[in-house]
């Protein structure tokens, strides 16, 4: 079995899903990919069950949220390993704030679980068939998702900040 690179990785993806791919992109070395929100379930079984790229492990699945991009201002990032292969691949699923769904990856992934759990939680995104979405870290009474940029960082009625000390 040949060495399995980001290229055959790419490649192999790409032979698949090409139209479902926005984006392809190696920030650091890491093959990261824009993906179509919806094709997340066959992109993931895919690599999992590809026999030469075996994709086992999911280290990770995080929110992000880009308010200046309208139409896909919430994200889920997705970082996958191959122990086997010893390579990785990030994937970036993008959304509209107005319908922030995706389809769970905790059949596939049972770690998942936890991850898209706590990824509800601060970001308010559903995952769409997932055993248990539910708050994890937050008061259930929350009614608002505190890592979306929707909020001032400081407060605006202080008084005893002098903000030319702060360049501003």
């Known amino acids: 079995m040949s060495e399995i690179t980001n290229a055959y990785l790419l490649k192999a993806l790409q032979d698949q899903f090409a139209a479902f791919i926005h984006s392809a992109e190696e920030p650091y070395g890491m093959l990261t990919i824009e993906l179509d929100k919806n094709q997340i379930i066959p992109v993931v079984t895919f690599l999992k069950d590809h026999p030469q790229i075996q994709m086992q492990f999911l280290t990770d699945v995080c929110g992000i949220h880009y308010p200046d991009h309208k139409g896909k201002e919430l994200g889920v990032i997705y970082?996958?390993?191959?122990?086997?292969?010893?390579?990785?691949?990030?994937?970036?699923?993008?959304?509209?704030?107005?319908?922030?769904?995706?389809?769970?990856?905790?059949?596939?992934?049972?770690?998942?679980?936890?991850?898209?759990?706590?990824?509800?939680?601060?970001?308010?995104?559903?995952?769409?068939?997932?055993?248990?979405?539910?708050?994890?870290?937050?008061?259930?009474?929350?009614?608002?998702?505190?890592?979306?940029?929707?909020?001032?960082?400081?407060?605006?009625?202080?008084?005893?900040?002098?903000?030319?000390?702060?360049?501003?």
């Open 79 to 168: 970082h996958l390993h191959s122990f086997v292969n010893n390579i990785r691949l990030r994937i970036k699923c993008f959304m509209d704030i107005n319908n922030p769904t995706l389809p769970t990856v905790t059949s596939i992934y049972g770690s998942a679980n936890w991850q898209e759990r706590e990824t509800f939680d601060f970001y308010g995104i559903i995952f769409e068939g997932h055993p248990n979405l539910k708050r994890i870290l937050n008061v259930d009474e929350m009614d608002y998702f505190p890592m979306r940029k929707e909020f001032p960082l400081e407060d605006q009625t202080r008084t005893d900040k002098d903000d030319t000390y702060f360049g501003r």
